[in-house]
């Protein structure tokens, strides 16, 4: 029998109770990791455009605001990339917690000695479907920006905006499992886990939608704390996600070996 978000969430609290200090360590560490490669970001784009405006003595801010955009969006695909695989290990250790099995921080490099090429396919394939999905916001608002007083332009705008993020969504919703499933099965390649997760998420993908609305007041919550919140709302969060999974693999009912396949 499927489980509700109530008996999810009931699921995470019990698993939680007296576990929180390695998920909360493993949150501090991940949010670190997001601040610093966040910083690197902003040092590299910054002083590479500065650097060449100087040595060219190219000044315009159209022309580097372009060159700056494309090279923010390159270093950050970069970047995303690399904190992909530290997240993959966040999610091992998660999946070994919820099965109680043994599970430490040093599971956050779990990613770097699996086949983390498979993580990079995943979260590579992820992102172009993404793009894609955003590509009538994109055209909606490159009319809009030429035609700034156009009534119409603005209504293709907003039109697309709303159409890109449902399907943005619908992408998610179909990607959802493919990480944990990869972490799950070290022998699985990146396409297989990106079938199987469309596969298992028919039928499960509005439980999921639901599910990940209603962490929506708790977020508004952890965020009026200055972020504090955070430390017990992420693992919170990623527990509830995580016995989502287990659940659709039919595993809450029935106990499978970690590699039976599915």
Not at 58 to 67: A, K, L, V
Not at 243 to 260: C, H, K, N, R, S
């Amino acid at each position: 029998m499927k489980k509700t978000s109530a008996m999810l969430k009931q699921l995470a609290r019990k698993s939680l109770n007296g576990r929180y200090s390695i998920p909360m360590c493993v949150t501090v560490i991940t949010l670190l990791i997001g601040v610093v490669t966040s910083f690197i970001i902003f040092a590299f784009t910054g002083g590479y455009t500065a650097f060449i405006a100087s040595a060219t003595g190219n000044y315009s801010s159209h022309t580097f605001s372009i060159g700056s955009y494309l090279l923010t969006l390159l270093t950050s695909l970069i970047v995303s990339l690399i904190t992909s695989i530290v997240s993959a290990g966040v999610t091992k250790m998660y999946i070994s917690f919820c099965r109680k099995d043994a599970y430490g921080i040093g599971d956050i490099g779990y990613g770097f000695t699996h086949h983390p090429d498979r993580i990079i396919i995943v979260n590579l394939l992820m992102f172009l479907c993404t793009v894609l999905a955003e590509v009538p916001m994109i055209i909606g608002m490159i009319w809009w920006i030429a035609n700034p007083y156009n009534g119409a332009a603005l209504a293709t705008f907003i039109i697309g905006f709303l159409i890109s993020m449902v399907l943005t969504v619908i992408v998610s919703l179909y990607f959802f499992l493919a990480v944990y499933l990869l972490m799950d099965h070290t022998d699985m390649k990146a396409i297989e886990a990106i079938q199987t997760s469309s596969r298992l998420m028919k039928g499960n993908k509005g439980r999921c939608f639901y599910l990940q609305l209603s962490f929506i007041g708790w977020n508004i919550l952890a965020a009026f704390t200055f972020g504090i919140g955070y430390l017990w709302l992420i693992p919170y969060t990623n527990v509830t996600y995580t016995f989502f999974y287990l659940d659709v693999i039919g595993e809450l009912d029935i106990t499978p070996a970690a590699d039976q396949p599915l």
